[in-house]
């Protein structure tokens, strides 16, 4: 297990360095560098939903997003005072300034806005079963479960990929113009996805192909028969992908955890650039061998791609 909290390439890359945040900054997170472990000081213990959230000024935990809950949070522990407790979930908290709310913590769905809005303090919630309300202002270590970590990253890292590769694979199906994907192909995710769900080594990714989608100019026809070439193109794409071994990073406008993020696959000028606010493996060799399997509902309005990567043989357990 290898860690990369406060290396060249975290400050580099992220284009800031890690700093300690002052009273009333949004929680500073270490994750996009590749972080899983770091230290802190614990600001607040709040009360949320029998359970207690500790907030702390920085951290290494990637917490589930509010707004688009795809990406599971990261688990670990927080040690303060030579006790640790586990980290049972890790949500976004908000706290609206100078609104009618202020003062008081929203937790995860509980948050009435967006993750981009002004006017609000936005916070990592480590969630315990039990803390010491005396230990806030007390110096904390901060640790991932950096396997599960690794598991998370890769399925994500897979999930985009394989969202291009089907992208490719169902272009031939547009009848008029649409919006491209990062790589200039007609975007067929963008257009159709309903949700997405990271899980370790793997995504689940759930299409709607509606009225609208086919009003936008996709057809529908044949897909069913379609289906298993439409697999073994996907797959045959991210094993491709694999074995360019091509690497991945984060690129972040600011250190706040709601801070823009991106996913940048490839380097200089042909790297693509997603929009996303998740952890990746740091390469795509990282992912093991792929497979993608598809289910079409019998009425054919909903599709479903599963995908899967192994983990590499002999590989550290953490990217
Ligand atoms: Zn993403």
Redesign the pocket.
Known sequence: MQQHAGSARDMGEAGHAPTAPGAGDPTHVTFPGGAVHGTSTVLAVVPVDGRTAVITGQTPFHPVDHTWP??PADRGSITVAGRRHPVVDCLIGAVEAGGPGTGTLRAGSDIPVRRDAEGWRWLVLHMVEDFEPAAVGEPCELTVDAPHRHALSAG?TA??LASLALNEAVAGRWRKETAADVAGVPDFDGAALVTSRIHPYGSRDTYRLGKSLRRKGFTTEGLAEELPRIAEQVTARIEEWIARDVPVRIVAEGPGVTDRRW?CVGEGEGALR?A???THAASTGRLGAASVTFVLSEDGAQLVMETTVRQPDGAAPNS
Do not use: R
């Open positions: 795809d990406h994500h999930c985009h996913m997603f996303c606010g998740g």
